[in-house]
């Protein structure tokens, strides 16, 4: 496991998302973002020095930020050697689908009557697409995080925003460590407009089958190949 000095310097660029008012909250919002993109990646030690430089923080702080992500377990704190982004189990993977399946399909069964508000569930479709057509598969990983943001935002509750939020954010680790957006996200595509066109139509019974079916499909694809490429495997 190496150490962070690389990578922490580049936090400078988000001291100003911390405002006048330096919170462990907004540090560890600012830390989260960033190993969902990967700029932290699983297995990776954080060290307190520079990643407290970087942003301007006090050391602190900087723990309790530390503290609310391993409560969110994106961290995990090892005695005497520090801390360090998680590795995910297999199980991990699986408890997370349950979770989404749980919360996804409850929020498509509750909508409602139609017509719904999809003007950000369409912008993220149309998102992954465009950056499909580019070779851009970051920025597909990306759109495809944020349609089943959009798609949770549909229930209009704050808290399942927030868990959705948290949730994604570790299936993250995940990806990171498969690390081919290309194949696991790029044929989900057509299926978040399939969706999405569902919705729009108002068939509401229909787009939670289909919901169902793809998180059931994109579970088992991440299972079989996180299991193959974890280090210990």
């Given at each position: 496991m190496g150490t962070t000095e690389p990578r922490a310097g580049g936090l400078a660029d988000d001291r100003p998302l911390l405002g006048r008012t330096s919170t462990a909250e907004r540090v560890a919002d600012i830390l989260r973002t960033r190993i969902a993109e990967g700029y932290f990646p699983p297995g990776?030690?954080?060290?307190?020095?520079?990643?407290?430089r970087a942003l301007g923080v006090s050391r602190n702080t900087l723990r309790e930020a530390f503290r609310l992500l391993t409560h969110e377990r994106l961290l995990v704190h090892e005695l005497n050697r520090g801390v360090f982004v998680r590795m995910l189990a297999v199980q991990d993977v699986?408890?997370?689908?349950?979770?989404?399946?749980?919360?996804?399909?409850?929020?498509?069964?509750?909508?409602?009557?139609?017509?719904?508000?999809?003007?950000?569930?369409?912008?993220?479709?149309?998102?992954?697409?465009?950056?499909?057509?580019?070779?851009?598969?970051?920025?597909?990983?990306?759109?495809?995080?944020h349609f089943h943001r959009e798609l949770v935002a549909l229930a209009g509750s704050?808290?399942?925003?927030?868990?959705?939020?948290?949730?994604?954010?570790?299936?993250?680790l995940a990806f990171h460590v498969v690390d081919d957006p290309q194949q696991l996200h790029q044929?989900?595509?057509?299926?978040?407009?399939?969706?999405?066109?569902?919705?729009?139509?108002g068939r509401r019974s229909e787009a939670r089958?289909?919901?169902?079916?793809?998180?059931?499909?994109s579970r088992?694809?991440?299972?079989?190949?996180?299991?193959?490429?974890?280090?210990?495997a």
């Open positions: 990776e030690r954080l060290s307190e020095d520079s990643i407290g699986e408890d997370i689908y349950r979770t989404r399946r749980l919360v996804e399909c409850a929020v498509v069964d509750r909508l409602g009557e139609p017509p719904y508000t999809l003007d950000k569930l369409d912008t993220a479709v149309a998102g992954g697409e465009r950056a499909a057509h580019e070779r851009d598969w970051k920025g597909v990983s990306t759109a495809n995080i704050a808290r399942t925003d927030e868990l959705m939020r948290s949730v994604l954010a570790e299936l993250r044929p989900y595509l057509v299926r978040n407009r399939e969706i999405l066109e569902t919705l729009r139509a089958q289909l919901l169902d079916a793809y998180l059931d499909d088992a694809q991440l299972v079989s190949r996180y299991a193959r490429l974890l280090p210990d």
